[in-house]
């Protein structure tokens, strides 16, 4: 199972400090490489976690060779311990799975990620304490208590916020999450903690433990949290070859996506096939596709159709919101002079 908001919302800042890891690496990805005898451009894209419904799209397109038809070759990379960002920003890959925000906690240390592609259109992380703690009824009930978690100064702005809208004091400990979220907080080592709505909620529901969550957006915290999706090096995107081979993989990504939601059944059994060694609970994954189309988490206008584009509209005040709270911090500690800007941190110029 993969932990909670491990990767996604973790601390980007500690992630970053990881970069002199793989910096030897650096040349080893950095350019979109062609076949010798074809001339295919080459991208090379990097999971943030363990395979799962989020990458779906990405196992649906090597399957169905959407990435072939669309004129590209795709290497699908295992995370790395540094994490996407900073494999993208060292050359290691050429793609990265992560969300806006880590983007902009990334760039204010001085990276140059660029948001690409947005999966997610409306929130998806939840703040969750077991349903048999009858003493937590709103986040108000959460002043006080133990949040488990990996140290994310992003995680604990909104869990303060939500708290702090519910008429609490905002104040509460934290725990190190261990294997698992589930297991800590049922060990009673900890109250409450961050699970996705697309993969643990769906979990919990199969399985038990059943959990009570909150929703961000429903307490004070502004904009959509939740803007996950694909980040490459903006200075990478300065080749016009660069350019033409991201366009020509995310169309063939988007198509992958679109087949999820409109067969989803036949979508779970290629992500299950292609990822035998991940050991993917099938009844998991058919039911996180579930839950993806019915609350439209990755489309708009058209259920069926994955939106993709960043709705920048959603992703300032967020941004924003994160900067008052201290989130964002240069590489020497400070805050920057001023909020992220959402418009210099995505760009929806390749999608087609």
């Not at 800042?13 to 650096?26: C, E, K, N, R, V």
């Not at 400990?173 to 907080?185: I, P, Q, R, V």
């Amino acid at each position: 199972m993969r932990q909670a908001l491990h990767t996604i919302i973790r601390s980007a800042a500690a992630a970053f400090a990881a970069a002199a890891l793989i910096a030897p690496m650096g040349g080893c990805g950095s350019d979109t490489a062609t076949d010798s005898g074809s001339g295919t451009p080459k991208i090379s894209f990097m999971l943030d976690w363990t395979p799962n419904t989020n990458h779906i799209g990405l196992y649906v397109a090597q399957e169905l060779d959407y990435f072939k038809q669309s004129g590209v070759d795709v290497s699908i990379l295992p995370t790395a311990q540094a994490g996407a960002e900073t494999s993208v920003e060292n050359g290691v890959a050429n793609v990265g799975f992560t969300t806006l925000s880590n983007v902009a906690a990334f760039n204010a240390k001085g990276a140059d990620l660029s948001f690409v592609f947005d999966l997610t259109q409306k929130p998806v992380a939840r703040w969750c304490a077991l349903a048999s703690r009858k003493d937590i009824v709103t986040p108000k009930d959460l002043s006080g208590k133990t949040f488990v978690s990996f140290g994310s100064a992003e995680q604990n702005a909104v869990v303060a916020q939500m708290i702090k809208h519910a008429g609490g004091t905002g104040k509460f400990s934290t725990a190190t999450a261990g294997t698992n979220t589930f297991s800590t907080l049922t060990s009673g080592k900890g109250d409450f903690g961050g699970f996705y709505a697309t993969w643990e909620e769906v979990q919990s529901k199969l399985d038990g433990p059943a959990l009570h969550c909150f929703v961000a957006s429903d307490w004070g915290v502004p904009g959509n949290p939740d803007q996950l999706g694909y980040a490459v090096k903006a200075s990478w995107l300065k080749d016009p070859q660069h350019r033409t081979a991201l366009t020509s993989f995310l169309t063939a990504a988007r198509k992958g996506y679109d087949y999820a939601l409109s067969h989803p059944k036949q979508a779970s059994d290629i992500l299950i096939n292609r990822n035998k060694s991940a050991l993917l609970d099938p009844a998991l994954v058919n039911a996180s596709m579930d839950a993806i189309i019915k609350q439209r988490y990755w489309s708009t206008d058209d259920p069926k159709r994955i939106a993709a584009a960043t709705d920048l509209s959603q992703a300032q005040p967020y941004l924003d919101f994160q900067y008052h709270a201290g989130t964002y911090r240069d590489n020497d500690g400070h805050n920057p002079a001023s909020a992220p800007k959402a418009a210099d941190l995505a760009t929806n110029e390749y999608l087609r």
